[in-house]
């Protein structure tokens, strides 16, 4: 599968193999588990952020690993993100700074 990752004018697609989607359960259940403990988003504290937000958080480690060249991280984030939320195929990044303004489409 693929998602699409928007940075203002650059587009950028990330190739995520079936098999991320099928093996990476555990540690996307382990992540699913410390999100449940609340998380800082931004300026704002989620104490028990929905899925959309947790992918909003999640798409925020992917900006975060392109930006550091990380590919490997990169692309497990966006599994999780197709593995969560099957519908969402482009993420518009918010790139001042507000994770909360990052768009899924």
């Not at 999780?80 to 899924?104: A, F």
Request: charged share 30%; proline share 3%; hydrophobic share 35%.
């Amino acid at each position: 599968m693929q998602l699409r990752i928007q940075i203002n004018d650059t587009t950028r697609d990330i190739d995520v193999p079936d098999f991320m989607l099928a093996e990476g359960e555990d540690f996307f259940a382990q992540m699913d588990q410390d999100m449940n403990k609340g998380y800082q988003m931004s300026r704002k504290w989620v104490d028990k952020p929905d899925q959309e937000q947790r992918c909003q958080i999640v798409a925020d480690k992917i900006l975060t690993a392109l930006s550091n060249g990380n590919q490997k991280s990169g692309t497990l984030m966006a599994a999780y993100i197709l593995k969560r939320m099957p519908q969402v195929r482009e993420i518009h990044m918010n790139t001042e700074g507000d994770m909360l303004g990052h768009e899924l489409v």
